[in-house]
């Protein structure tokens, strides 16, 4: 049977007697979109920044500010934003879209990493401790929009049959993304050139977004939903 649904403009069917989604795409021709490739170089350049900070944050309190109690505040306030991050990042997705919300994840975690460059020049100064924070967990508040933001791209891009493993494939960028930084640790000097340079790959991986639109997802891309009991339904247009 199909019910009516007059003020959306939508018919709702059992799924049972609908073709597969016309968004659901194998994981073997994920694998061979351009988008898939776009996503995994962002999600592995946005892992950098939270690999600095949770990395060279005892250097930090060790070489420009005194006392250790002072920095396990700062970090231990962290995993509160790295908790608020995941909603407000959702919402960011859901209302401006996906291209709005990878540009922002990338260009306000440089702006981030270069607060905590800056704040080293305040030496001694409560502007110091002021500014290092606001850059820490700006930094853990940005990080944790990837883990909102991604899977839910998975989804629009690639489908939502098979969902998990196509997310646990691209999440494999993350591992990429540690080694890379591994390489700029070995390679680039420390500390001026490490921390600008991840600034800068924060700034590409933002500006990597302009290759998706900025439309955001619609009801016509057939998500689905659970009514009346265990019987699954999905949205269709209705003809005009």
Known sequence: AVVSTQTTGFLLTKTTDLPPSKNAKPLREMLRRREF?????????????????????????????SGDMFLSVVLGAAGLFNSLGRPCWGV???KLGLQW?????????????????????????????CAYSL????????????????????????GHE??????????????AGALLYGLYTAVLPF????????VGTSLVSGSLAF??????????????????????????????
């Open 92 to 94: 960011v997705h859901d």
């Open 135 to 158: 850059s820490v967990w700006g930094a853990f508040f940005c990080c944790a929009g990837n883990y909102a933001v991604f899977p839910a791209a998975t989804a629009l891009y690639f």
């Open 211 to 240: 290759f998706f639109r900025s439309s955001r997802s619609k009801p016509a891309d057939c998500d689905r939903m659970e009514l009346l009991g265990s019987e699954e339904f999905e949205l269709v247009e209705r003809p005009r």
């Open 101 to 129: 919300s990878l540009l922002g994840l990338g260009w306000l975690s440089a702006l981030a990493i270069l607060s905590s460059y800056l704040s080293a020049f305040l030496e001694g100064t409560l502007y110091q401790k």
């Open 37 to 65: 490739y776009i996503l995994f170089a962002i999600f592995g350049l946005n892992k950098l920044p939270l690999a600095y900070i949770a990395s060279c944050g005892k250097f930090y309190g060790e070489t420009f500010l």
């Open 191 to 198: 500390w001026s050139p490490l921390v600008l340079s991840i």
């Open 162 to 175: 098979g969902l998990g493993t196509k997310y646990g494939v691209l999440y494999v960028s993350q591992g």
